[in-house]
């Protein structure tokens, strides 16, 4: 689990104006979903940006293991799913709600692809 802090360093962008949110706000590091795709191809100005910015990126997938993984993070349960209860619940007009199935295991694991530079651009 990320905890991104502090909170203005956790933001939205569509898209298309993912690339120019990358370099306005110097982001370096990138976790992208393993089927993300990009708009499109990227212009000169762009690619050398990014190039500039960006140290390193991984692929992750919802599922929690993602082909090829360089790493897993792996941690307890608990108290991590009863807190994420607790903050879904106390937020949801629909009433009470459970993100995760219940499973036996006592950890959750996700695991992670490091991404090539130009592999990175490419999902752009």
């Given at each position: 689990?990320?905890?991104?802090?502090?909170?203005?360093?956790?933001?939205?962008?569509?898209?298309?104006?993912?690339?120019?949110?990358?370099?306005?706000r110097?982001?370096?590091?990138?976790?992208?979903?393993?089927?993300?795709?990009?708009?499109?191809?990227?212009q000169?100005?762009?690619?050398?940006?990014?190039?500039?910015?960006?140290?390193?990126?991984?692929?992750?997938?919802?599922?929690?293991?993602?082909?090829?993984?360089?790493?897993?993070?792996?941690?307890?349960?608990?108290?991590?799913?009863?807190?994420?209860?607790?903050?879904?619940?106390?937020?949801?007009?629909?009433?009470?709600?459970?993100?995760?199935?219940?499973?036996?295991?006592?950890?959750?694991?996700?695991?992670?692809?490091?991404?090539?530079?130009?592999?990175?651009?490419?999902?752009?």
């Open positions: 689990m990320f905890d991104i802090w502090p909170r203005h360093k956790n933001f939205l962008v569509e898209a298309e104006a993912l690339t120019d949110a990358i370099t306005d110097a982001i370096d590091t990138l976790i992208l979903p393993e089927d993300w795709a990009g708009v499109g191809d990227l000169p100005v762009q690619q050398a940006a990014l190039q500039r910015t960006l140290s390193c990126a991984f692929l992750y997938t919802p599922t929690g293991s993602v082909h090829g993984a360089d790493f897993t993070i792996r941690c307890q349960r608990e108290p991590i799913v009863s807190w994420a209860n607790r903050a879904i619940n106390s937020v949801s007009a629909r009433g009470p709600t459970q993100w995760a199935e219940p499973v036996a295991e006592q950890c959750m694991e996700q695991s992670f692809r490091q991404l090539a530079v130009d592999d990175t651009l490419s999902r752009l």
